[in-house]
Nanobody, 131 residues
Framework: AVNLIESGGGSVQTGGSLRLSCEVSGHNINMYCLAWFRQAPGKEREAVAGLYQWRQLRADPEIYYSNSVKGRFIISQDKAKNIMYLQMNNVEPEDTGRYYC???????????????????WGQGIQVTVSS
């Protein structure tokens, strides 16, 4: 079974930075889709960023961002350690929420943002941005 564990959340002031980590295990390391989602109180879950790695096709993953974080957040991975990161820069109060990492075998531009598409989820971690 795929297991995902988030870490690195906490409180940060507007304009600051925070880095989230998601440790992944039990997945196919040659082909996988990983993504970050978030959910604020009273709001629907939304996709933040994702990556699709297919090692036989290309060394670097395809990267996806939602419009709300593009240019501020950076998704990356350490393939040797099976850890995905979300570097959050210039954060805004609207970035407050519980952040989840999710995994499935493959994805593309059309579906990466669909939460129902993912098979495995982490327990989530809170990020609070104060103004």
């Amino acid at each position: 079974a795929v297991n995902l564990i988030e870490s690195g959340g906490g409180s940060v002031q507007t304009g600051g930075s925070l880095r989230l980590s998601c440790e992944v295990s039990g997945h196919n390391i040659n082909m996988y889709c990983l993504a970050w989602f978030r959910q604020a109180p009273g709001k629907e879950r939304e996709a933040v960023a994702g990556l699709y790695q297919w090692r036989q096709l290309r060394a670097d993953p395809e990267i996806y961002y939602s419009n709300s974080v593009k240019g501020r957040f950076i998704i990356s991975q350490d393939k040797a350690k099976n850890i995905m990161y979300l570097q959050m820069n210039n954060v805004e109060p609207e970035d407050t929420g519980r952040y989840y990492c999710a995994q499935r075998g493959s994805c593309n531009t059309a579906v990466w943002h669909l939460g129902a598409y993912y098979n495995a989820w982490g327990q989530g971690i809170q990020v609070t941005v104060s103004s």
